[in-house]
């Protein structure tokens, strides 16, 4: 999702600064493999509608000949200026841009809105992912949590403990669910949790894409770097995974996330705004860090 995001942030200001708009991939690190056999040409052209002009229009072709372009990577984005400030939309940022008509709009209500624009996986994708989460039985109101840990050990978070993911279920059942804690869905890239959750709450009826995993074996924690040996198979697979836990949490009656992943932020921008249904467990070293 954080590739995802800075799609998203050069959509807008493209939109912002009335410029064209195509997205570069090939130097994006998910699509490297140690076997060339097994590489993806495009991880948005595998699985979403288009985004932007493609690399191979005339407009793109021309301004790339004439240098007449700025590229925008993760880095340059996220840079700590008052400009690339503005770039990344925080909650309190106003933007307006006439010719979407949009006048002093919230950088989160942006992003919200922006992303129902430009956001759209192909149709095999959705049809999947909604046949997926149908098989799951969530037709009634349900709790989605999402834990993430994998690589992100390397910034340097502190990892929410289950405890805490326990007694936020407990407090949103009390206040949302009657009393009754309702089906609780998992979006994780470690599914060692599901086994600590369900020993904490053996009576509480927990569900995750980790329970149709044949093994738990490479999926203890997601890590760019293991997508080097990955096959075409085991990266649609990961997507496929990735699209129903994105619309689970999105379609949940009550979402339990973190802040240290931009998976939280991606599912808030799917939701409806209604922040009394979106929480953010408290983690050390998060405190600064942008919230709703």
Known sequence: TNALKNVLLGGILSFEEDRCFTVHEADNEMLKRSNPEEALTSIIQRYFEPIGLPEDDQLVKHAGKHRN?????????????????????????ETSIPS???DHMKGHDLKREMLRRMWRPLPLVRNATCNSLSEFGLRDDFIAISVRRGDKSTENFVFAKMNQYIEAIHTAAQKHFGGTVPKIFVATDDC????????????????SECDN?????????FALTAMADWSIEETDAHFRKFFVELYAMAIAKYFIGVTY????????????QDKDTFEILKTPGTEKRESI
């Not at 993760?74 to 940022?93: C, D, L, Q």
């Open 213 to 221: 995993l044949d093994t738990h074996e490479g999926h203890a924690g």
């Open 100 to 102: 979407l008509g949009y």
């Open 69 to 93: 372009f700025e590229f925008q990577d993760h880095k340059k984005v996220w840079a700590s200026t008052a400009f690339n400030y503005r770039k990344r939309r925080p909650m309190e940022h």
């Open 192 to 207: 060692t949790v599901m086994q600590e959750l369900r020993t904490l709450r053996p009576h509480w009826e927990f569900m």
């Open 261 to 272: 992943t931009n998976v939280s932020w991606w599912v808030y921008f799917m939701r409806s």
